[in-house]
């Protein structure tokens, strides 16, 4: 079993940057695909960003430029550095580990493991 706690959310004016962290328990963290999800109210859940065990990195093209993923093994986190933000980033942000392939996917049902979520809050 691989548990996942986020954590980083808040509320942030237009413009500015929040860095959420999404830690993991289990020995084989560096074997997994992570990836970032968010969920606005009244929308369906989204793709944002996914990091593979190889360290390849796909975005959401409404993120990219401005979202950085990335992991830091040693503490079994994966990160999701978000700059730039915008009132259209309000939403829940779910953190989940893909651990069959490793591989970087945008599909959600993909995912194996979903954290609680931390909500982003972003104020015009």
């Not at 997994?32 to 944002?48: D, H, I, L």
């Amino acid at each position: 079993q691989v548990q996942l706690v986020e954590s980083g959310g808040g509320l942030v004016q237009a413009g500015g940057s929040l860095r959420l962290s999404c830690a993991a328990s289990g020995r084989a963290f560096s074997n997994y695909a992570m990836g970032w999800f968010r969920q606005a109210p009244g929308k369906e859940r989204e793709f944002v960003a996914t990091l593979s065990r190889t360290g390849i990195t796909y975005y959401a093209d409404s993120v990219k430029g401005r979202f950085t993923i990335s992991t830091d093994n040693a503490k079994n986190t994966v990160y999701l550095q978000m700059n730039s933000l915008q009132p259209e980033d309000t939403a829940w942000y779910y953190c989940a580990a893909e651990s069959r392939t490793g591989f970087a996917t945008f599909r959600y049902d993909r995912y194996d493991y979903w954290g609680q979520g931390t909500q982003v809050t972003v104020s015009s």
